[in-house]
């Protein structure tokens, strides 16, 4: 995971790491994580809201474990989701909530809790959120229903750009 605030050069101007795939696409971004971390990529995938959504609900959920510092959890009222400790079931739209959260002051004086390390937290529950999908996937049960795959296919189909080839 990369720090979303991390600031880089990018083309001459410094920035957030975030805002290098919108000022320059894949082949800017890829280059400035090649940059930063030393390690040398030789394939990228952009997927989608959409399709992370739809991968999640064609396993029929995720379980994820909440280990928040905070007895009630998590809470990020700006996308307006709460998550409670321990083991949670999370459908395709719970786990973009949850990979999404993070705790910025809001406008209004609602309080965020729960994610006392900020973006590191954030990037934590995505790892466990990607893990618990890989897992899933990897048992093979998900790929040997053909229901499931075409599932799993559809949701990718439009929903992804990458440099993959057959």
Same mark, same amino acid.
């Given at each position: 995971?990369?720090?979303?605030?991390?600031?880089?050069n990018?083309? =001459?101007?410094?920035?957030?790491?975030?805002?290098?795939?919108?000022?320059?696409?894949l082949?800017?971004?890829?280059?400035?994580v090649?940059?930063?971390?030393?390690?040398?990529?030789?394939?990228?995938?952009?997927?989608?809201?959409?399709?992370?959504?739809?991968?999640?609900?064609?396993?029929?959920?995720?379980d994820v474990?909440?280990?928040?510092?905070?007895?009630?959890?998590?809470y990020?009222?700006?996308?307006?989701?709460?998550?409670?400790?321990?083991?949670?079931?999370?459908?395709g739209?719970?786990?973009?909530?949850?990979?999404r959260?993070?705790?910025?002051?809001?406008?209004?004086?609602?309080?965020?809790?729960?994610?006392?390390?900020?973006?590191?937290?954030?990037?934590?529950?995505?790892?466990?959120?990607?893990?618990?999908?890989?897992?899933?996937?990897?048992?093979?049960?998900?790929?040997a229903?053909?229901?499931?795959?075409?599932?799993?296919?559809?949701?990718?189909? =439009?929903n992804v750009?990458?440099?993959?080839?057959?």
């Amino acid at each position: 995971s990369i720090p979303r605030d991390l600031y880089v050069n990018v083309k =001459g101007s410094y920035m957030k790491i975030n805002a290098a795939y919108e000022y320059g696409g894949l082949d800017t971004l890829q280059s400035i994580v090649e940059s930063v971390t030393g390690l040398t990529i030789n394939h990228r995938a952009l997927i989608n809201y959409a399709a992370f959504k739809s991968l999640i609900d064609a396993v029929g959920g995720v379980d994820v474990d909440i280990g928040s510092p905070d007895p009630r959890g998590i809470y990020d009222p700006m996308i307006g989701y709460q998550v409670g400790n321990g083991v949670q079931h999370l459908n395709g739209t719970d786990a973009l909530l949850l990979v999404r959260c993070r705790n910025d002051p809001t406008y209004d004086g609602r309080v965020a809790y729960g994610l006392p390390n900020g973006d590191f937290d954030r990037a934590t529950n995505q790892r466990k959120v990607l893990v618990a999908l890989l897992t899933k996937i990897g048992t093979g049960q998900a790929l040997a229903n053909p229901a499931t795959l075409q599932t799993i296919i559809d949701g990718l189909s =439009g929903n992804v750009t990458s440099d993959f080839t057959a």
